[in-house]
C-alpha cells in the first residue's frame, strides 16, 4: 500500500507535522521526520545511530536543511520551527509526500521539479538520501543541503561548547565519528547552530527546544532543461555504498517481509513490514529481541513475549521467533524471564509476574505453528521451571496460593503491565491476583499438560492442577451482576472496575470460563471498554476515568492506565470475539467490516505503523510512541484468523 498525501494534507506546518515516517536498521537505530521533512521532537533525526545495539542511540543527523537557488532567487523547500518563533516554511513548493517503502518528497516550483527519497541499511548505522532534480526551467537551478548535527545521545540536548571537527570524509565531535559519501559538490561552512522547537514534546511536557550545528554542504547544479541526482551517505562507518544502492535495500528488504508473510490483506502486508522494523540484534545476548516501541522504548521481556507471536510467528519469522526465545531460555532465574536485559556489564531486571507464562505460550504458538518439536525439547525444561517456580513462589511475591492461583506483586513492586509508579504512588497497583496472569497459568498448565507425555513425562499433575484453577478463577472471579471479570483479588475497591485485561481469558488458547460466560465477557468488553483503535483500560463511568492523556510526566503516568485507550488488547478483543462464535464466516465478516479503519490509523501518526495509545474519551490522535511492538503484532494475529 502507498500512503498518498497531497497539498490539501499538507496546508499548514502544523498539521504536516502531525505525521512522520519511520526506517528502522535492525539494531536499534531509525531514521525519522515529519511529513514536512522536519523534526517536532527531539527524538527525531534524518540518522538516529544505535551504537550499541539495541539501546545506545546518538542522534548523528539531526534534520537535514534544503535551499533551491532558481537564477538570483532562492526558495526553500525543507520546513522547521525554530525555538525563536520563526518558521522556515517549505511547504508552498511541497506538491506531495508519500510513503510505501521509502518516505518520498515532490517539490515543484519555478519549471523546476525536485523528488527525495531516503533509505536506511539494515546492519549499519548507515541514512541515504537520493534527490532526483528535473529542471525544465529556462535558467539554471542549483539545489543547496546543509546537514545539522548533534552526536549527543538520543533525547539530550547540544551545547554550544561541542565541538565539531571536519576531515576528509568524516565529522568527528564527542568521541563519534560520522563518515559521509557524496557526488555533489561539498563544501565546509563556518560552524553554524540552530535552535528548534519541538511542538510534539512542548504538549508532552517534554523539552521543548534543541540545538543542532552544522559545518558543511552540499550542492548540485541542473542547467536549464538537464535531469541530474544529487547522491548523499551518512553513516557510522567507512561509506561503501551509494545511495541509490541503500535505497534499492531497503525497498528489497520491505518487500521481502511482506512476500515471507503472505498475507492477502493489504493492511496486513503493511503490518508485515511494520513488524519487521521492531526485530533487532541485541548485542550483550547476541540474539535477535523485539524493541517495544519507537521512538522510546528498549526491548522489555514482557512486551517481547506480547508481540512474539504477532511479528515473528504470524509472519513467518520463524528463525528470529525461535533466537529470541532462546534468549529468555538462558537468561530464565527463578522460575523468571528478565523484563529488562542486561546492558553494560549489568544484571537482568526480572519484575514482571507475566513474561515467564507468557514465555510459555509463545513456545506453544511456536511449537504448534512450526512443528518444530526439537526446539520444544530445548525449551521444556525451562517451561517446566517457570511452573515449578510459580508453585513453590519466587521473587517479588509471585507464588501459588491454596487455591491453585497466583498471587503477585508487593510494597511498590509493578508486576503487571499496567506498571506505573509515581513516586510513591501506584495507580494501578494490582497486588493479589491479576485476571490475566490467572488466564495465563492456566493456559500454561494446560501446554504442559499436553506437551508432558511427549518429553516422556506423565502430565497427570499439571491437568490436575489446571482443573483447581479453572474451578477458583471461575468462582473467584467471576461477576454475574457485571456479566464480566474482576480485573484482580486484592479486596479492595479495585477489584470490581471493569478493565480490559480480562479479555485475554477468553483470548487464549485454552479456555478458563465455559462459553456463556466467555460471550458475556466479550459482549461487556465491547459494550465498556470497545474503541475502534483499542480497548480502553478502564469503563468510562468508573470516577477514576481520565479522559485525557498528557501534560507533564505525572499528569501523563496518572492516565496511563486509567481510561486511556491502548491499540494492543484490541488485538485479543478481535481474537476472542471470533473465537466465541466459532470462527464462523459471519464473525469473520463483523471482524474484518471494523479493521477497516485501521488503513485511517496507519494513516496517521507514524505511516504504516500502529502507535501505543490514544485519548481515552476520544481516541482521534496517535499517542505515545508513535510505533508501538505489540500494537502491530496483536493485529497481526487477527488478521492471520481471519485469513486461515
Known amino acids: 500500500m502507498k500512503f498518498i498525501y497531497g497539498k490539501n494534507d499538507l496546508k499548514t506546518l502544523s498539521r504536516a507535522q502531525e505525521n512522520c515516517y519511520l526506517l528502522t536498521n535492525g539494531m536499534g537505530g531509525f531514521s525519522s521526520c515529519t511529513m514536512a521533512g522536519s523534526v517536532s521532537r527531539n527524538d527525531h533525526a534524518f540518522l538516529m545511530a544505535c551504537v550499541q545495539a539495541p539501546n545506545v542511540r546518538i542522534n548523528m543527523v539531526h534534520r537535514l536543511k534544503e535551499m533551491l537557488k532558481i537564477g538570483e532567487e532562492t526558495i526553500a523547500l525543507s520546513s522547521q520551527q525554530f525555538a525563536d518563533g520563526s518558521e522556515e516554511n517549505g511547504l508552498k513548493a511541497l506538491t506531495s509526500f508519500t510513503f510505501e517503502d521509502y518516505p518520498q518528497w515532490m517539490w515543484q516550483t519555478g519549471g523546476v521539479e525536485i523528488k527525495k527519497r ?93 540545538l543542532a550545528a552544522a559545518n558543511h554542504c552540499w550542492t548540485m547544479e541542473a542547467a536549464a532543461g538537464e535531469s541530474v541526482c544529487l547522491e548523499l551517505v551518512y553513516s557510522t562507518e567507512p561509506v561503501r555504498e551509494n545511495a541509490s544502492e541503500v535505497l534499492e535495500n531497503t525497498v528489497r528488504e520491505r518487500r521481502e517481509l511482506a512476500r515471507q508473510a503472505g498475507f492477502s490483506d493489504v ?34 521481556g514482557r512486551d517481547t513475549m506480547i508481540a512474539l507471536a504477532g511479528c515473528c510467528i504470524s509472519t513467518r519469522r520463524y528463525e528470529q521467533a525461535k533466537s529470541i526465545l532462546r534468549t529468555f531460555i538462558k537468561y530464565q532465574r527463578r522460575g523468571l524471564m528478565p523484563n529488562l536485559f542486561p546492558e553494560g556489564g549489568k544484571e537482568p531486571m526480572y519484575n514482571t509476574a507475566d513474561a515467564a507464562l507468557l514465555f510459555v505460550i509463545s513456545t506453544y504458538l511456536y511449537c504448534e505453528k512450526t512443528k518444530d518439536e526439537s526446539f520444544l525439547r530445548e525449551a521444556y525444561p525451562a517451561m517446566r521451571e517457570v511452573i515449578r517456580w510459580y508453585r513453590e513462589g519466587t521473587d517479588f511475591a509471585i507464588h501459588m496460593d491454596a487455591d491453585g492461583l497466583i498471587s503477585a506483586g508487593s510494597g511498590l513492586d509493578q508486576v503487571t503491565w499496567m506498571d506505573v509508579r509515581v513516586g510513591e504512588i501506584l495507580p494501578t ?22 506437551y508432558a507425555p511427549k518429553m516422556g513425562e506423565d502430565g497427570t499433575k499439571y491437568g490436575e492442577l489446571a482443573e483447581l484453577v ?34 485475554w481469558a477468553v483470548s487464549l488458547p485454552f479456555a478458563v470460563m465455559d462459553r456463556p460466560r466467555e460471550l458475556a465477557v466479550v459482549n461487556t468488553v465491547f459494550e465498556k471498554l470497545y474503541t475502534p483503535y483499542g480497548l480502553r483500560t478502564l469503563e468510562e463511568s468508573d470516577a477514576q476515568f481520565h479522559p485525557f492523556y498528557g501534560g507533564e510526566m505525572m499528569e501523563r503516568d496518572l492516565a496511563y492506565h486509567q481510561g486511556t485507550v491502548w491499540t494492543f488488547p484490541l488485538g485479543g478483543y478481535y481474537l476472542a470475539y471470533l473465537k466465541v462464535h466459532d470462527y464462523s464466516k459471519e464473525a469473520k465478516q463483523t471482524v474484518r467490516d471494523q479493521l477497516e479503519v485501521m488503513e485511517a490509523a496507519l494513516r496517521e501518526g507514524c505511516i504504516g505503523q500502529l502507535p501505543e495509545i490514544y485519548d481515552g474519551a476520544n481516541p482521534t490522535r496517535s499517542k505515545g510512541c508513535f510505533a508501538q511492538a505489540w500494537s502491530v503484532g496483536e493485529i497481526l494475529r487477527v488478521y492471520e484468523a481471519l485469513e486461515m
Not at 480 to 503: F, P, W, Y
Open 118 to 210: 531516503i533509505g536506511m541499511k539494515r546492519g549499519e548505522n548507515t541514512a541515504a538520501v537520493l534527490y532526483e532534480i528535473t529542471n525544465r526551467s529556462r535558467r539554471d537551478c542549483t539545489l543547496k543541503v546543509v546537514p545539522f548535527l548533534q552526536f549527543t545521545p538520543k533525547g539530550t540536548n547540544l551545547k554550544k561548547d561541542q565541538e565539531f571537527m571536519l576531515a576528509d570524509g568524516f565529522v568527528r565531535s564527542a568521541g563519534y565519528k560520522l563518515y559521509f559519501k557524496g557526488n555533489g559538490k561539498f563544501e565546509s561552512l563556518p560552524i553554524s547552530w540552530e535552535e528548534y522547537y519541538y511542538d510534539y514534546d512542548d504538549c508532552d511536557g517534554r523539552r521543548a527546544t534543541g
Open 267 to 300: 493492511n496486513a502486508s503493511v503490518l508485515a513490514k511494520a513488524a519487521g522494523q521492531f526485530v533487532s540484534y541485541r548485542a550483550s545476548t547476541g540474539q535477535d529481541t523485539i524493541l517495544a516501541g519507537y521512538p522510546f522504548f528498549e526491548d522489555w
Open 429 to 450: 497497583p494490582r497486588h493479589g491476583k491479576p485476571v490475566e496472569i490467572n488466564a495465563y497459568w492456566y493456559n500454561a498448565l494446560k501446554i504442559m499438560e499436553m
Open 470 to 503: 479453572y474451578r477458583s478463577f471461575n468462582e473467584k472471579f467471576w461477576m454475574e451482576e457485571k456479566q464480566c471479570l474482576k480485573d484482580v483479588l486484592s479486596g479492595t475497591e479495585a477489584d470490581d472496575q471493569i478493565r480490559c485485561n480480562q479479555i
